[in-house]
Protein backbone atom coordinates (compact mmCIF):
# COMPACT_ATOMS: atom_id res chain seq x y z
CA UNK A 1 0.00 0.00 0.00
CA UNK A 2 1.38 3.59 -0.83
CA UNK A 3 1.87 5.81 2.26
CA UNK A 4 2.42 9.44 2.64
CA UNK A 5 3.28 11.39 5.94
CA UNK A 6 0.73 14.47 6.82
CA UNK A 7 0.72 17.31 8.82
CA UNK A 8 -2.60 18.21 10.27
CA UNK A 9 -1.52 20.62 13.37
CA UNK A 10 1.57 22.69 12.76
CA UNK A 11 4.10 22.15 15.10
CA UNK A 12 7.16 20.22 16.68
CA UNK A 13 8.81 17.05 14.14
CA UNK A 14 5.81 14.81 16.21
CA UNK A 15 3.17 16.82 14.43
CA UNK A 16 4.50 14.02 11.23
CA UNK A 17 2.12 11.53 10.82
CA UNK A 18 2.01 8.41 8.59
CA UNK A 19 -1.07 7.46 6.48
CA UNK A 20 -2.39 5.23 3.49
CA UNK A 21 -2.13 6.88 0.47
CA UNK A 22 -4.81 6.43 -2.29
CA UNK A 23 -3.51 7.56 -5.78
CA UNK A 24 -5.93 8.40 -8.94
CA UNK A 25 -5.48 7.58 -12.12
CA UNK A 26 -2.40 9.41 -13.82
CA UNK A 27 -3.54 12.85 -15.23
CA UNK A 28 -3.31 14.15 -18.83
CA UNK A 29 0.81 16.04 -18.66
CA UNK A 30 1.45 14.25 -15.72
CA UNK A 31 3.86 11.13 -14.24
CA UNK A 32 3.12 8.97 -11.64
CA UNK A 33 6.68 8.36 -9.56
CA UNK A 34 7.53 5.55 -6.97
CA UNK A 35 9.82 7.42 -4.91
CA UNK A 36 13.26 5.61 -3.46
CA UNK A 37 14.93 8.21 -2.17
CA UNK A 38 13.55 11.45 -0.39
CA UNK A 39 15.70 14.36 0.40
CA UNK A 40 14.77 16.14 3.69
CA UNK A 41 15.50 19.68 3.71
CA UNK A 42 15.35 22.82 6.12
CA UNK A 43 12.39 24.17 4.54
CA UNK A 44 10.57 21.14 5.61
CA UNK A 45 11.24 22.39 9.18
CA UNK A 46 10.01 25.46 8.19
CA UNK A 47 6.71 24.27 6.82
CA UNK A 48 6.36 21.91 9.73
CA UNK A 49 6.28 24.27 12.31
CA UNK A 50 4.31 27.39 10.64
CA UNK A 51 7.28 29.23 10.25
CA UNK A 52 6.68 29.40 5.97
CA UNK A 53 2.97 29.30 6.01
CA UNK A 54 1.09 26.66 3.77
CA UNK A 55 -2.46 27.89 3.14
CA UNK A 56 -4.55 24.29 3.48
CA UNK A 57 -4.97 22.49 6.88
CA UNK A 58 -3.39 19.37 5.92
CA UNK A 59 -0.55 18.64 3.62
CA UNK A 60 2.79 16.45 2.98
CA UNK A 61 6.11 17.90 3.77
CA UNK A 62 8.59 17.56 1.20
CA UNK A 63 10.24 19.71 -1.74
CA UNK A 64 12.67 16.84 -3.49
CA UNK A 65 12.79 13.59 -4.40
CA UNK A 66 14.48 10.44 -6.50
CA UNK A 67 12.47 7.88 -8.16
CA UNK A 68 11.26 6.14 -11.13
CA UNK A 69 8.16 6.50 -13.00
CA UNK A 70 5.07 3.87 -12.91
CA UNK A 71 2.64 5.09 -15.12
CA UNK A 72 2.12 7.97 -17.59
CA UNK A 73 -0.40 10.57 -18.02
CA UNK A 74 -1.70 11.57 -22.19
CA UNK A 75 0.52 13.84 -23.79
CA UNK A 76 3.61 12.93 -22.12
CA UNK A 77 6.15 12.07 -24.64
CA UNK A 78 9.65 12.68 -22.95
CA UNK A 79 9.13 10.30 -20.44
CA UNK A 80 8.45 6.16 -20.56
CA UNK A 81 7.69 3.70 -17.78
CA UNK A 82 10.58 2.66 -16.05
CA UNK A 83 12.89 6.11 -16.43
CA UNK A 84 14.73 7.23 -13.07
CA UNK A 85 14.13 10.81 -12.62
CA UNK A 86 14.31 13.20 -10.13
CA UNK A 87 12.45 16.81 -8.70
CA UNK A 88 14.16 19.33 -6.65
CA UNK A 89 11.98 22.39 -6.53
CA UNK A 90 8.57 21.10 -5.16
CA UNK A 91 5.72 21.32 -5.56
CA UNK A 92 5.50 20.50 -1.75
CA UNK A 93 4.43 16.84 -1.02
CA UNK A 94 7.57 14.70 -1.59
CA UNK A 95 7.10 12.55 1.81
CA UNK A 96 5.35 9.47 0.59
CA UNK A 97 6.38 6.47 -1.42
CA UNK A 98 4.51 7.55 -4.75
CA UNK A 99 3.00 10.77 -6.22
CA UNK A 100 1.88 12.08 -9.31
CA UNK A 101 3.87 15.20 -10.45
CA UNK A 102 3.41 17.67 -13.87
CA UNK A 103 5.91 16.85 -16.25
CA UNK A 104 7.17 20.22 -16.65
CA UNK A 105 8.57 19.71 -12.73
CA UNK A 106 10.09 16.10 -13.72
CA UNK A 107 13.80 15.50 -14.93
CA UNK A 108 15.48 12.46 -16.22
CA UNK A 109 18.56 11.47 -14.40
CA UNK A 110 21.35 10.57 -16.57
CA UNK A 111 22.60 6.55 -16.53
CA UNK A 112 25.99 7.81 -15.93
CA UNK A 113 24.56 9.64 -12.39
CA UNK A 114 24.15 7.05 -9.47
CA UNK A 115 21.79 7.59 -6.82
CA UNK A 116 24.70 8.60 -4.13
CA UNK A 117 26.47 11.34 -5.91
CA UNK A 118 22.41 12.69 -6.22
CA UNK A 119 20.71 11.52 -3.32
CA UNK A 120 19.12 13.97 -0.43
CA UNK A 121 20.78 16.89 -2.38
CA UNK A 122 18.24 17.61 -5.19
CA UNK A 123 17.26 20.80 -4.45
CA UNK A 124 20.59 21.74 -2.58
CA UNK A 125 22.23 21.49 -6.06
CA UNK A 126 19.60 23.63 -7.41
CA UNK A 127 20.56 26.25 -4.61
CA UNK A 128 24.23 25.61 -4.53
CA UNK A 129 23.74 26.43 -8.66
CA UNK A 130 21.81 29.64 -8.30
CA UNK A 131 24.15 31.02 -5.39
CA UNK A 132 27.19 30.58 -6.94
CA UNK A 133 26.43 30.94 -10.70
CA UNK A 134 23.40 33.44 -10.97
CA UNK A 135 23.52 35.62 -7.96
CA UNK A 136 26.81 36.59 -7.67
CA UNK A 137 28.94 35.68 -10.37
CA UNK A 138 32.14 34.44 -7.85
CA UNK A 139 35.61 34.46 -9.34
CA UNK A 140 38.90 33.06 -7.99
CA UNK A 141 39.50 36.57 -6.67
CA UNK A 142 36.50 36.29 -3.90
CA UNK A 143 37.13 35.50 -0.58
CA UNK A 144 34.14 34.21 0.84
CA UNK A 145 32.16 33.36 4.22
CA UNK A 146 29.75 30.69 4.21
CA UNK A 147 28.30 29.82 7.63
CA UNK A 148 27.23 25.83 8.59
CA UNK A 149 29.82 24.80 5.88
CA UNK A 150 29.26 21.34 6.90
CA UNK A 151 25.56 21.19 6.42
CA UNK A 152 24.17 19.93 3.73
CA UNK A 153 24.12 23.14 1.27
CA UNK A 154 27.73 23.85 2.74
CA UNK A 155 29.53 20.95 2.01
CA UNK A 156 27.84 21.18 -1.87
CA UNK A 157 28.59 24.97 -2.03
CA UNK A 158 32.84 24.30 -1.01
CA UNK A 159 33.13 21.59 -3.65
CA UNK A 160 30.98 23.80 -6.43
CA UNK A 161 33.08 27.23 -5.17
CA UNK A 162 36.08 25.15 -5.61
CA UNK A 163 35.61 24.73 -9.48
CA UNK A 164 35.73 28.59 -9.67
CA UNK A 165 38.65 28.97 -7.47
CA UNK A 166 37.68 31.45 -4.91
CA UNK A 167 38.72 31.19 -0.95
CA UNK A 168 36.15 29.53 1.16
CA UNK A 169 36.03 30.80 5.00
CA UNK A 170 33.49 28.63 6.49
CA UNK A 171 31.78 28.57 9.79
CA UNK A 172 30.66 24.76 11.71
CA UNK A 173 29.74 23.89 15.54
CA UNK A 174 32.36 20.92 15.91
CA UNK A 175 36.03 20.28 15.30
CA UNK A 176 34.48 16.98 13.60
CA UNK A 177 32.37 18.93 10.99
CA UNK A 178 35.17 21.34 11.15
CA UNK A 179 37.09 17.93 9.05
CA UNK A 180 34.34 17.43 7.06
CA UNK A 181 34.73 20.83 5.67
CA UNK A 182 38.03 20.77 4.65
CA UNK A 183 37.76 17.37 2.88
CA UNK A 184 35.63 18.92 0.80
CA UNK A 185 37.43 22.19 -0.27
CA UNK A 186 36.62 24.56 2.49
CA UNK A 187 39.86 26.52 2.84
CA UNK A 188 39.79 27.69 6.57
CA UNK A 189 36.82 27.22 9.20
CA UNK A 190 36.00 28.41 12.43
CA UNK A 191 34.21 27.13 14.88
CA UNK A 192 32.09 29.64 16.03
CA UNK A 193 30.50 27.99 19.03
CA UNK A 194 33.99 28.53 20.99
CA UNK A 195 35.35 31.48 18.71
CA UNK A 196 34.32 34.92 17.96
CA UNK A 197 33.84 34.16 14.00
CA UNK A 198 34.01 37.82 13.25
CA UNK A 199 37.29 38.44 14.93
CA UNK A 200 38.88 34.96 13.06
CA UNK A 201 37.52 36.67 9.40
CA UNK A 202 39.44 39.45 9.95
CA UNK A 203 42.55 37.53 10.96
CA UNK A 204 42.36 35.38 8.21
CA UNK A 205 41.44 38.54 5.70
CA UNK A 206 43.80 40.55 7.29
CA UNK A 207 41.52 43.02 8.13
CA UNK A 208 39.92 43.25 4.49
CA UNK A 209 37.06 41.26 5.04
CA UNK A 210 35.28 38.67 3.08
CA UNK A 211 33.59 39.74 -0.78
CA UNK A 212 30.28 37.53 0.06
CA UNK A 213 28.82 36.32 3.33
CA UNK A 214 26.41 33.27 2.49
CA UNK A 215 24.36 33.36 5.67
CA UNK A 216 21.77 30.55 6.42
CA UNK A 217 21.89 30.56 10.05
CA UNK A 218 20.19 33.30 10.38
CA UNK A 219 19.32 35.02 13.97
CA UNK A 220 22.56 34.20 15.41
CA UNK A 221 24.77 35.00 12.94
CA UNK A 222 23.19 38.01 10.78
CA UNK A 223 24.41 40.86 12.42
CA UNK A 224 27.76 40.20 13.25
CA UNK A 225 27.78 38.45 9.70
CA UNK A 226 27.28 42.31 8.50
CA UNK A 227 31.00 43.51 10.01
CA UNK A 228 32.79 40.50 7.83
CA UNK A 229 31.98 41.96 4.75
CA UNK A 230 34.82 44.18 2.49
CA UNK A 231 33.51 47.64 1.40
CA UNK A 232 30.76 46.73 -0.92
CA UNK A 233 30.34 43.68 0.06
CA UNK A 234 27.65 41.01 0.01
CA UNK A 235 25.34 39.65 2.25
CA UNK A 236 23.27 36.93 1.30
CA UNK A 237 20.89 35.99 3.73
CA UNK A 238 19.01 32.77 2.62
CA UNK A 239 17.62 30.72 5.38
CA UNK A 240 16.95 30.76 8.96
CA UNK A 241 18.27 27.46 11.00
CA UNK A 242 18.62 29.42 14.12
CA UNK A 243 15.60 31.14 13.51
CA UNK A 244 14.70 34.32 11.09
CA UNK A 245 17.30 37.21 10.77
CA UNK A 246 16.61 40.28 12.47
CA UNK A 247 14.99 43.43 11.00
CA UNK A 248 17.54 45.68 8.98
CA UNK A 249 18.09 49.55 9.65
CA UNK A 250 19.27 50.30 6.02
CA UNK A 251 21.09 53.16 7.26
CA UNK A 252 23.54 51.16 9.11
CA UNK A 253 24.70 49.30 6.05
CA UNK A 254 26.44 52.91 4.93
CA UNK A 255 28.92 52.89 7.82
CA UNK A 256 29.53 49.46 7.54
CA UNK A 257 30.64 50.17 4.23
CA UNK A 258 27.70 50.46 1.65
CA UNK A 259 27.14 47.12 1.82
CA UNK A 260 24.23 45.01 -0.30
CA UNK A 261 21.40 42.47 1.34
CA UNK A 262 19.39 40.19 -0.42
CA UNK A 263 17.16 37.93 0.60
CA UNK A 264 16.40 34.87 -2.27
CA UNK A 265 14.54 32.13 -2.21
CA UNK A 266 15.19 29.27 -4.78
CA UNK A 267 12.03 29.36 -6.24
CA UNK A 268 12.60 33.08 -7.75
CA UNK A 269 15.50 31.76 -9.26
CA UNK A 270 13.74 28.18 -10.89
CA UNK A 271 10.61 29.19 -11.87
CA UNK A 272 10.77 28.12 -15.07
CA UNK A 273 11.78 24.68 -17.19
CA UNK A 274 14.42 26.89 -19.17
CA UNK A 275 16.67 27.78 -15.73
CA UNK A 276 16.13 24.39 -14.50
CA UNK A 277 16.85 22.59 -17.50
CA UNK A 278 20.30 24.83 -17.61
CA UNK A 279 20.72 24.14 -13.89
CA UNK A 280 20.54 20.60 -14.42
CA UNK A 281 22.51 20.25 -17.29
CA UNK A 282 25.23 22.11 -15.52
CA UNK A 283 24.92 19.97 -11.64
CA UNK A 284 25.07 16.71 -13.83
CA UNK A 285 27.95 17.44 -15.51
CA UNK A 286 29.59 18.50 -12.40
CA UNK A 287 28.78 15.34 -11.07
CA UNK A 288 29.80 13.72 -14.03
CA UNK A 289 33.07 15.07 -14.17
CA UNK A 290 33.44 13.90 -10.15
CA UNK A 291 34.01 17.71 -9.69
CA UNK A 292 31.13 17.48 -6.78
CA UNK A 293 28.88 14.49 -5.44
CA UNK A 294 26.02 14.39 -2.23
CA UNK A 295 27.42 13.76 0.81
CA UNK A 296 24.93 11.71 2.30
CA UNK A 297 25.48 12.09 6.26
CA UNK A 298 22.45 9.95 7.42
CA UNK A 299 19.53 7.88 6.15
CA UNK A 300 15.76 7.15 7.89
CA UNK A 301 13.14 4.95 6.72
CA UNK A 302 10.42 7.42 5.74
CA UNK A 303 8.14 6.45 8.79
CA UNK A 304 11.10 7.59 11.14
CA UNK A 305 10.75 11.33 9.42
CA UNK A 306 10.29 12.83 12.70
CA UNK A 307 13.35 11.67 13.81
CA UNK A 308 15.43 12.87 10.90
CA UNK A 309 14.19 16.45 11.50
CA UNK A 310 14.28 16.20 15.01
CA UNK A 311 18.33 15.44 13.95
CA UNK A 312 18.34 18.47 11.40
CA UNK A 313 17.27 21.18 14.02
CA UNK A 314 19.50 19.45 16.86
CA UNK A 315 22.49 20.31 14.60
CA UNK A 316 23.06 16.62 15.13
CA UNK A 317 23.38 16.13 10.82
CA UNK A 318 25.97 16.35 8.28
CA UNK A 319 26.27 16.16 4.86
CA UNK A 320 22.65 15.64 3.27
CA UNK A 321 19.95 13.62 5.07
CA UNK A 322 17.27 11.13 3.02
CA UNK A 323 14.65 9.26 3.76
CA UNK A 324 14.67 5.46 2.31
CA UNK A 325 11.22 4.32 0.75
CA UNK A 326 10.84 0.42 1.00
N1 LIG B 1 16.85 30.50 0.30
C1 LIG B 1 17.03 29.38 -0.37
O1 LIG B 1 16.85 29.36 -1.59
C2 LIG B 1 17.45 28.14 0.35
C3 LIG B 1 17.48 26.91 -0.31
C4 LIG B 1 17.97 25.79 0.39
C5 LIG B 1 18.37 25.90 1.71
N2 LIG B 1 18.27 27.12 2.31
C6 LIG B 1 18.73 27.29 3.71
O2 LIG B 1 20.05 26.86 3.80
C7 LIG B 1 20.31 26.47 5.15
C8 LIG B 1 20.99 25.10 5.13
O3 LIG B 1 20.03 24.14 4.69
P1 LIG B 1 20.28 22.57 4.82
O4 LIG B 1 18.96 21.95 4.58
O5 LIG B 1 21.43 22.17 3.99
O6 LIG B 1 20.63 22.41 6.37
P2 LIG B 1 22.02 22.00 7.02
O7 LIG B 1 23.05 23.01 6.67
O8 LIG B 1 22.29 20.58 6.73
O9 LIG B 1 21.65 22.12 8.55
C9 LIG B 1 21.62 23.37 9.18
C10 LIG B 1 22.91 23.67 9.92
O10 LIG B 1 22.81 24.97 10.47
C11 LIG B 1 23.65 25.07 11.58
N3 LIG B 1 22.99 25.74 12.69
C12 LIG B 1 23.47 26.85 13.32
N4 LIG B 1 22.67 27.20 14.31
C13 LIG B 1 21.66 26.31 14.35
C14 LIG B 1 20.52 26.17 15.19
N5 LIG B 1 20.27 27.02 16.19
N6 LIG B 1 19.68 25.14 14.95
C15 LIG B 1 19.90 24.28 13.94
N7 LIG B 1 20.98 24.38 13.10
C16 LIG B 1 21.86 25.39 13.31
C17 LIG B 1 24.05 23.63 11.96
O11 LIG B 1 25.41 23.44 11.58
P3 LIG B 1 26.53 23.65 12.74
O12 LIG B 1 26.22 22.60 13.76
O13 LIG B 1 27.84 23.46 12.06
O14 LIG B 1 26.33 25.04 13.26
C18 LIG B 1 23.14 22.76 11.12
O15 LIG B 1 23.71 21.51 10.82
C19 LIG B 1 18.96 26.47 5.87
O16 LIG B 1 18.82 27.67 6.59
C20 LIG B 1 17.97 26.46 4.72
O17 LIG B 1 16.75 27.04 5.04
C21 LIG B 1 17.82 28.22 1.67
Not at 230 to 257: C, E, H, I, R, W
Request: proline share 3%; glycine share 8%; net charge positive.
Amino acid sequence: MSKKIIVKERGGPDSMKIVDNVLNETPKDCVKIKHDLIGVNFIDTYHRSGLYPIDTNSFTPGMEAIGYITEIGDNVEDFKVGDKVCYGNGPIGSYCSERIMEKETVFKIPNYIDDKSLAGSVLRYLTVWYLVEKLYKLTKEDVVLFHAAAGGVGLLFCQWVKTVGATIIGTVSSDEKGQLAKKFGCDYVINYKNENFQKEVNKITDKKGVSVVYDGVGKNTFHESLKCLSKKGLMVSFGNASGPAPDLNVSSLGPLGSLFVTRPTLLDYTNNRKDLEEAFLKIFSLIKDKKITSNVGQVYPLEKCSLAHHDLENRLTKGSTVLSVK
